[in-house]
């Protein structure tokens, strides 16, 4: 059974950098993409990127110029920064399992993180 | 990037009743489109896959239709716990996109 867990700071001030921790347990982490994904209170899901165990990293074009994705795959970890935040950033942030090294069409998600709320305020 | 509109924003029904969410696409997602379940302080759940499979362990009151941009995700007869917001998702390009919801309320 594969369980995500994730941590991070919840406070951060404008121009800041937001860095968040997924670990994963079970399953396989070197058979699959890993992601994060946010959601702004009351709001929808926005795909932030991806990771592959080798450190190979997809990124939504809307946020590709202040984020980074990185894997410890040592302990099954991977990492999200987003520099420079706004308020735009608050959102809580999910980190999901994604699609399968072979498989080229994105993913669906059906194991998913408990979830970060991370707040930008001054 | 493919925009996800979904309607209505809110549905207001009973407990028994019948729920009927729509999906529509901006460009075609063939019949890679998903649907989510999200409750309060909890991460979204799979609900269907690829437009009309039920991921494991999802009761048989949901059902998904749909091809190319129009997809519509019905619960026979709601039950209390079916009171959420409902999430459409498509991966047939990058990158990926969700619908803003539609909530499901009392």
């Known amino acids: 059974q594969v369980q995500l867990q994730q941590w991070g700071a919840g406070l951060l001030k404008p121009s800041e950098t937001l860095s968040l921790t997924c670990v994963v347990y079970?399953?396989?982490?070197?058979?699959?993409?890993w992601n994060w994904i946010r959601q702004p209170p009351g709001k929808g899901l926005e795909w932030i990127g991806e990771i592959s165990h080798r450190g190979s990293a997809n990124y939504n074009p809307s946020l590709k110029s202040r984020v980074t994705i990185s894997v410890d795959t040592s302990n099954n970890q991977f990492f999200l920064e987003v520099t420079s935040v706004t308020a735009a950033d608050t959102a809580v942030y999910y980190c999901a399992r994604g699609r399968l090294l072979t498989s080229q069409r994105p993913p669906y998600f059906q194991h998913w993180g408990q979830g970060t709320l991370a707040i930008v305020s001054s | 990037e493919n925009v996800l509109t979904q309607s209505p924003a809110t549905l207001s029904l009973s407990p028994g009743e019948r729920a009927t969410l729509s999906c529509r696409a901006s460009?075609?997602?063939?019949?890679?489109l998903a649907w989510y379940q999200q409750k309060p302080g909890q991460a979204p759940r799979l609900l269907i896959y690829?437009?009309?499979k039920r991921a494991t362990g999802i009761p048989a009151r949901f059902s998904g239709k749909g091809s190319g941009t129009d997809f519509t995700l019905t619960i026979s007869s709601l039950e209390p716990e079916d009171f959420a917001v409902y999430y459409c998702?498509?991966?047939?390009?990058?990158?990926?996109?969700f619908g803003g919801g539609t909530k499901v309320e009392i």
């Open positions: 460009q075609t997602v063939s019949n890679y």
């Open positions: 690829d437009t009309y």
């Open positions: 998702q498509q991966r047939s390009n990058w990158p990926l996109t």
């Open positions: 079970g399953g396989s982490f070197s058979d699959n993409y």
